[in-house]
């Protein structure tokens, strides 16, 4: 039995909900995600306010969730993932996953370096952990300044004041994987031939 358009806008109301309470997250928290109103955010969890694409688009992106997934779409059978680049100020980042919650994956590619470019440290709960693919990555974080090469990983508390980019005219290729305050990524490394273990 296929559900109704107006069955289907009444299911998103608990998915929202569940979805936030899922990540941890308040509404105003959300709200300074998506820059939509704590009172909006609440009438659309409680089903009192029907939901449009123009409140649903930055709602899916903040929960790092596919609209279809937001509103309860049926599967298509293809199996494929299809995730879309996001390019802002010259930086794209493709999110490899998609489950709301715990560790997001990125891939992130930054232009080259430019003079005029702003390297002001921020702060924000979470925590982050880097692998070069290619060019050069300088990383500023509290008072060192690194510059990591293929094949070099670097984890931090993002609230330490840092900032990333490019270290030098060539665009910088690396993952990113990012978590909520606590969570960390946890390498396994054998110990060099000839060293004692």
Known sequence: MDIEPDQ???????RLRAL???RESTLAALSE?????VSTLSRLESGDRRPTLELLLPLARAHGVTLDELVGAPPTGDPRIHMRPVTQHGRTMVP????PGGIQAYKLILPGRTAEEEREPKTHDGYEWMYVLDGRLRV???EHDLVLTPGEAAEFDCRVPHWFGSADAKPVEFLSLFGRQGERAHLRARPRAGTAE
């Open 96 to 99: 490899l996953t998609r489950r």
């Open 20 to 22: 936030r309470k899922r």
């Open 33 to 37: 995600a998506t820059g939509i109103s």
């Open 8 to 14: 289907t806008l009444e299911l998103v109301g608990p």
């Open 140 to 142: 500023i974080l509290g």
